[in-house]
């Protein structure tokens, strides 16, 4: 289901908790800048009053909500992508750490969109030392700074900077739609034709529920180019995990991976966790190795999953009713039941 208000941007919608109860948010108090940032000038400008309470329960901001605290100006997407548009080209990093530090839901996501747009068209530089690997730190530098030293401006600006730039800033990155509006066109375009462990480190080791769904929501590139394996892999690490965000966010990765190869999803879904049946292919330009050889290791379920029955058994029915909704309504039920046979080729 589409969220109404991020209709054709957004496909995951967050959970509805009965008994949600939010007390009525005060307007926007607006502090003057401290320089001129036309990005953050522009939202500030945009805000509606009459929204806020709305996309405050939308976002599930209440007290042990996973939005708690945040901030709304009551501005919805396609105005932030105006704004976005109208102001990319006179922002550049120092501009946008401002606005990823906003108190403002909004402001935030206006800094993504526009690193977004920076990213695409900003000079492709080879991978530089201090780039995050698999077992180093998630955070390539300090917030304000690249690998190679502080932020640089737009002018100057590589898509190594704006990569740097937003994996120093995962704290801010806070909400589903702030994850997914982001990181596949930024993280999953950069890793499209290298190693792409950073992202099993994100799902694995990840510090917040939202850096482990940047880990299986930036494979949604590598779906779109036909390469499945990774998204099945991450899937794997992420299978039983105990929030629901992630499990709608795995399950519409696998569902997305199915209209690519449906019986490689079937497959996947009825065969034990950490079993692998991906297709062998050649590993793109940069990447270190066949990843579909490295996914039963990468997945890190190894022999202790062999035995354990069909994964569509076993993980969260979120995660699965999301997985096999493009199904026949025959074998849905297949499913849903769990009568679905354990070999499919």
Not at 126 to 150: D, F, I, Y
Request: glycine share 8%; charged share 25%.
């Amino acid at each position: 289901m589409y969220a109404s208000d991020y209709q054709g941007f957004m496909q995951v919608d967050p959970p509805l908790n009965k008994g949600d109860q939010l007390a009525q948010p005060a307007e926007p108090q607006l502090r003057p800048l401290q320089r001129k940032n036309r990005l953050y000038e522009e939202m500030l400008r945009k805000a509606d009053p009459s929204q806020v309470a709305g996309l405050s329960r939308f976002f599930k901001t209440g007290p042990g909500q996973y939005g708690e605290g945040d901030k709304f100006l009551g501005i919805k997407v396609p105005v932030t992508r105006q704004v976005v548009k109208a102001c990319w080209r006179e922002v550049g990093l120092p501009e946008l750490e401002e606005c990823i530090r906003s108190e403002y839901h909004e402001v935030r996501l206006a800094a993504l969109l526009t690193l977004v747009q920076l990213f695409s068209h900003a000079k492709r530089c080879p991978v530089k030392p201090g780039m995050a690997a698999e077992g180093q730190s998630l955070s390539v530098a300090e917030p304000g700074m690249t690998a190679n030293g502080p932020c640089q401006a737009r002018a100057g600006l590589s898509q190594q900077d704006c990569i740097d730039f937003y994996l120093s800033h995962t704290a801010y990155i806070n909400n589903w739609d702030l994850v997914d509006l982001s990181c596949y066109p930024l993280l999953g375009e950069w890793l499209l034709d290298k190693d792409r462990a950073l992202l099993y480190d994100l799902a694995r080791r990840g510090k917040t529920l939202w850096e482990q769904r940047i880990g299986i929501v930036s494979t949604m590139t590598f779906v779109r180019h036909g390469q499945t394996d990774d998204t099945f892999a991450i899937a794997d690490i992420l299978l039983h995990h105990p929030h629901d965000l992630i499990h709608k966010a795995v399950g519409w990765l696998l569902r997305e991976a199915g209209k690519r190869d449906e019986a490689a999803l079937k497959a996947w879904l009825a065969e034990p966790p950490g079993s692998v049946r991906h297709r062998k292919r050649k590993a793109p330009s940069g990447a270190s190795g066949d990843r579909a050889g490295r996914a039963l290791r990468n997945s890190e379920v190894g022999a202790a999953g062999f035995g354990a029955g069909p994964r569509y058994k076993t993980m969260p029915r979120t995660m699965l009713r999301y997985a096999i909704e493009r199904f026949p309504e025959a074998e849905r039920r297949r499913f849903l039941s769990g009568v679905y046979p354990v070999s499919v080729r």
